[in-house]
Nanobody, 123 residues
Framework: QVQLAESGGGMVQAGGSLRLACAAF????????MAWFRQAPGKEREYVGA????????YYADSVKGRFTISRDGAKNTMYLQMNSLKPGDTAVYYC????????????????WGQGTQVTVSS
């Protein structure tokens, strides 16, 4: 099995930045896609973005496009989420996910999930 672990969450003021990391642990990592989701209190878990692991191609939700950047270090099996120009609406628990299928905004396409890391943006 693959274990995912997020890190880097915290509290920042609006307009600030945070960098999240998601490390994948497993004897064999064969997932084609890693993705970021987030969930605010009382709301459904929503798609943030994804990366096609082999090529590094990235995809983003419209709400974060231009502000968030996904990258990966293949040698470390680690995905990053650079978040700039943060808004109070970005406050949520951020989860990373991995799946054997290609990039998708659907939760059903992902096989592994991390425990989540809290991001809080104050006004």
């Amino acid at each position: 099995q693959v274990q995912l672990a997020e890190s880097g969450g915290g509290m920042v003021q609006a307009g600030g930045s945070l960098r999240l990391a998601c490390a994948a642990f497993g004897r064999t990592f064969n997932s084609n896609t890693m993705a970021w989701f987030r969930q605010a209190p009382g709301k459904e878990r929503e798609y943030v973005g994804a990366i096609w692991w082999s090529t590094g191609s990235t995809y983003y939700a419209d709400s974060v496009k231009g502000r968030f950047t996904i990258s990966r270090d293949g040698a470390k099996n680690t995905m990053y989420l650079q978040m700039n120009s943060l808004k109070p609406g970005d406050t949520a628990v951020y989860y990373c996910a991995a799946g054997r299928q290609g990039p998708s905004m659907s939760r059903d396409h992902y096989d592994y999930w991390g425990q989540g890391t809290q991001v809080t943006v104050s006004s």
